[in-house]
């Protein structure tokens, strides 16, 4: 995949916070390895071992662990992302989440999810959902994330629209901030990283700004998010590819090479230059997809062996025992909530 990374306006909004509440800037921009030039435009890339490192500096120098959350409740994602002017000038929370969903990357580009953020129909509940892999490596950039949707909407919803929050780390020692930030009940230790909506919250209103506004920022988010995707490694690119298709299973060099206007044995050479063949890129990604359906128990081990484009159970298990050495049903039943079955999206 692509080197992860922050938008600037994100970083520079964090920077600020910190130096606000007592840290010192220059001290800050030293330990984070911090180019204040890059900051300058809030669209530009900033390495994400950056934003990382600023993060862990701001708590130190701050010293309030729970900085995280407090900047995500805090700083509205409209101040320092286009992806939140984008989310604001939506017409309801359902459209806002949605754009969310489409332009996040905008404002971190980390992960080898096709899509972070996602909604989840559990038992009649409307959960959203951050399918960050390894999310315990990092778990601030998840209370950044939570705390900021949570908070932010308040400013104009009629009611919370956040009942429950999940996260799959264990309590921290600052858990009342936890309690405080959300104003509801907070699970850790859970199966997923998940906040339960109200029931009729996506139809509540937004509309902070005139739909000409959204119009004009939802085209120039298109524009900053192609130039995001020009820079990717070709292996990003490929598996950008391949996803929307991969429950086909007719995924093959010779078409993917054809849609980035490569022929076959130029795609090869530019894979191997980055150190993966064809066939193991499509392998790890199927291996990735496949844990991220079973983590989230939305699908039978039947309907995953599709979704990764196996024509049978019996050929997806024998693949998932050589990725994981286990049984794709034990992985699932691991992860699967107590409540019930969640049933796969319609049409």
């Known amino acids: 995949m692509a080197d992860p990374t922050a938008s600037a306006g994100l970083v520079r909004g ?127 950039l998840t209370e950044v994330a939570f705390a900021r949707l949570a908070c932010g909407p308040r400013r104009f919803l009629p009611q919370s629209h956040i009942l429950e929050v999940h996260f799959t780390h264990a309590a921290p020692s600052y858990r009342p901030a936890y309690e405080r930030v959300f104003g509801c009940k907070v699970v850790f230790g859970s199966h997923w990283n998940a906040m339960l909506m109200h029931p009729e919250a996506a139809s509540w209103r937004v509309a902070l700004q005139p739909r000409y506004v959204f119009g004009v920022l939802t085209e120039r988010a298109d524009l900053l998010l192609k130039t995001l995707d020009d820079r990717r490694t070709v292996r990003a690119q490929v598996e950008g590819l391949i996803l929307p298709i991969l429950h086909k299973g007719s995924a093959n060099a010779q078409t993917i090479a054809a849609a980035l206007g490569y022929s076959r044995q130029t795609l090869f050479r530019r894979l191997k230059s980055e150190g993966v063949t064809f066939e193991a890129l499509l392998d790890d990604l199927r291996h990735r997809m496949a844990l991220r359906y079973l983590q989230g128990a939305r699908a039978s081990v039947n309907e995953v062996a599709y979704l990764v484009g196996f024509s049978d159970r019996a050929s997806f298990s024998r693949a998932f025992k050589r990725w994981t050495g286990r049984n794709p049903g034990e992985v699932r039943a691991g992860f699967a909530a107590p409540r019930s079955r969640m049933p796969l999206p319609r049409d």
């Open 14 to 140: 964090l920077l600020e916070f910190a130096a606000g509440r007592g840290a010192d800037r220059q001290t800050l921009v030293a330990q984070a390895g911090i180019d204040e030039q890059a900051l300058e435009n809030p669209d530009n890339r900033v390495p994400f071992d950056t934003y990382t490192r600023l993060m862990l500096a701001a708590c130190a120098l701050c010293a309030d662990p729970a900085l995280a959350l407090h900047y995500g409740e805090s700083v509205d994602m409209s101040e320092v992302s286009i992806v939140g002017l984008i989310m604001n000038a939506s017409e309801t929370m359902a459209e806002a989440f949605a754009q969310l969903q489409r332009f996040n990357r905008l404002a971190l580009d980390v992960d080898d999810v096709h899509e972070r953020f996602g909604v989840v129909l559990q038992g009649g509940d409307l959960w959203i959902v951050d399918h960050r892999s390894n999310a315990q490596a990092f778990p601030q």
